[in-house]
């Protein structure tokens, strides 16, 4: 079984930035992918960005440019530099990892930004 912990949520101004953190742990042979998703209030989750186990990433269109994804593969943790955060950046941000051929999700961080 894999663990995921996220940290780093918490309320910002807009313009400000947060940075996230996902820690993996429990049992682990190897992390493929790992990214974050989040949720807000009556919407579906939506894929936020994702990262390889070789570093190579992607992003929804709505964050490129102001969101950073990262990884260190010795901790086995995943990061989410944010930053120029909007009022619509506003969710709970859930960390995920493909470990050992199944599917895991952190319990989630809130993020608001006020306006």
């Known amino acids: 079984q894999v663990q995921l912990v996220e940290s780093g949520g918490g309320l910002v101004q807009a313009g400000g930035s947060l940075r996230l953190s996902c820690a993996a742990s429990?049992?682990?042979?190897?992390?493929?992918?790992m990214g974050w998703y989040r949720q807000a209030p009556g919407k579906q989750r939506e894929l936020v960005a994702r990262?390889?186990?070789?570093?190579?990433?992607n992003y929804a269109d709505s964050v490129k440019a102001r969101f950073t994804i990262s990884r260190d593969n010795a901790k086995n943790t995943v990061y989410l530099l944010m930053d120029s955060l909007k009022p619509e950046d506003t969710a709970v941000y859930y960390c995920?990892?493909?470990?050992?051929?199944?599917?895991?999700w952190g319990q989630g961080t809130q993020v608001t930004v006020s306006s």
């Open positions: 995920t990892a493909d470990a050992d051929r199944s599917g895991y």
């Open positions: 429990g049992t682990i042979f190897s992390i493929n992918a």
């Open positions: 990262i390889t186990s070789v570093g190579s990433t």
